[in-house]
């Protein structure tokens, strides 16, 4: 079986609009949490989102910005800085050898929200026809594809906030089937929008952001008292590693495990034992052939909301046992906010630079550590961690869980 190697990194995020950006805010401890700007929230009990900043100042085309949706253009942003950074050039490669797995939680939203409001405002005459194609979960990946003439294997995975992990492991079992040499994976999300955030403003599930919208989100603390909603997209690009040698590329990791599961319990709780979530963990470290003890950094799924802290702090502490007192976790997302579809993939890059750096992001906001979630944080600044191995979390409503286990390309 071909081994998948990431070559490549792209993300536009609330901290950063290309992945080196994202990766420095992160280590000097940023926050992309501020007031909501995207609609008027005045009447919201939630006024505060992680948005991608100055996002319409001529970063993309402007037919692309007119016509497409916004989690489309944020991961075709993100697709072309990955696909370059790899060093690979459309036409160079074989097409049909070139695979694009790239999703969103929520799909096209922006525009059927817009286009709501003008089918209620003028009648169907005043819809786009650019609608349809815009509101599918499968269009970034479609207009990845036609943007890099991807003519290989073309899917959207879709599992809430587990979809972004989801892609990437997927995209590994086709260069490990012998399906793809090269695939663009990953998430997209776009979804601050008056409905959405109503939706989870009804559940109880943000954090109210009633002080400093920096400090909102404090993820393990605590203090603690729901999640930011973000957006942004990440893109790995995964290639067979004898085809990334054929062609002297460098290789920034290995992605060495991949495990999912589904609590099978609620549709917005999870498991009340943490089971699916140590299940999805359990399955990364056997495919990937490793021992708790080789992992030397987790990414958190880390959302800030009570149950899931404590219940995936309990996961880990099942599969890792007393390894779970040393390895450094944190979570991500009190700077960039939960990026729905998103996360796991721009997650999954911050692993993969942790193991190439050595140093790991902290948690902002973390001041008080909930006993209940008694982890080796990495609280407030970055810490130097000695990883050859290391882990991202993604869990999503309906009890998606997935892992994914990375190796240092030094190790091989």
């Not at 370059?84 to 059927?112: C, M, Q, Y």
């Not at 003008?118 to 943007?147: F, K, Q, T, W």
């Amino acid at each position: 079986m071909a081994q998948p190697v990431v070559t490549g990194l792209g993300a536009v995020t609330p901290v950063g609009l290309t992945w080196k950006d994202t990766w420095e805010a992160l280590l000097a401890g940023r926050s992309g949490v501020r007031h909501l700007t995207l609609f008027d929230a005045s009447d919201f009990p939630v006024r505060i989102a992680a948005e991608v900043p100055s996002w319409d100042s001529g970063i993309l085309h402007r037919k692309d910005v007119r016509h497409l949706d916004r989690s489309t253009q944020l991961a075709l942003h993100a697709a072309r800085e990955a696909f370059g950074a790899a060093n690979l050039v459309s036409g160079e490669v074989d097409p049909k050898r070139v695979g694009v797995v790239v999703a969103s939680a929520v799909g096209g939203i922006t525009t059927i929200h817009a286009q709501i409001e003008a089918l209620h405002s003028g009648g169907y005459r005043r819809v786009s026809p650019h609608m349809l194609p815009n509101m599918l979960v499968d269009s970034p990946a479609a207009h990845i594809a036609m943007e890099l003439r991807a003519q290989g294997p073309n899917m959207a995975t879709v599992s809430a906030c587990a979809t972004g992990a989801n892609a990437i492991g997927e995209a590994g079992s086709l260069i490990a089937r012998g399906q793809a040499d090269v695939v663009v994976a990953g998430g997209t999300e776009a979804c601050i929008t008056p409905l959405f955030m109503a939706g989870f403003c009804q559940m109880r599930a943000l954090a109210r952001g009633d002080g400093s919208p920096e400090a909102a989100c404090k993820p393990f603390d605590r203090r603690r008292d729901g999640l930011v909603v973000g957006e942004g997209a990440g893109i790995v690009i995964l290639e067979a590693a004898d085809h990334a040698a054929s062609r002297g590329a460098a290789i920034l990791a290995h992605l060495a495990g991949y495990g999912m599961s589904c609590d099978a319990y609620h549709m917005a709780s999870p498991d009340p034992e943490g089971a699916g979530m140590a299940e999805a963990m359990r399955l990364a470290l056997e495919s990937a052939g490793t021992n708790p003890g080789d992992v030397g950094y987790i990414n958190a799924h880390g959302t800030a909301t009570h149950l899931n802290d404590r219940l995936e702090a309990a996961a880990i502490k099942q599969v890792f046992g007393s390894e779970s007192v040393r390895i450094p976790v944190s979570s991500t997302k009190a700077a960039t906010g939960h990026m729905m579809g998103a996360s796991g993939a721009v997650e999954a890059a911050v692993v993969v630079q942790v193991l190439r750096d050595g140093i790991a992001p902290p948690t902002l906001n973390l001041h008080d550590p909930d006993p209940a979630c008694d982890l080796a944080h990495i609280p407030l600044t970055p810490q130097t961690v000695d990883a050859g191995c290391a882990m991202s979390n993604s869990f999503g409503m309906g009890g998606h869980n997935a892992a994914l286990v990375f190796r240092s390309a030094a190790l091989e």
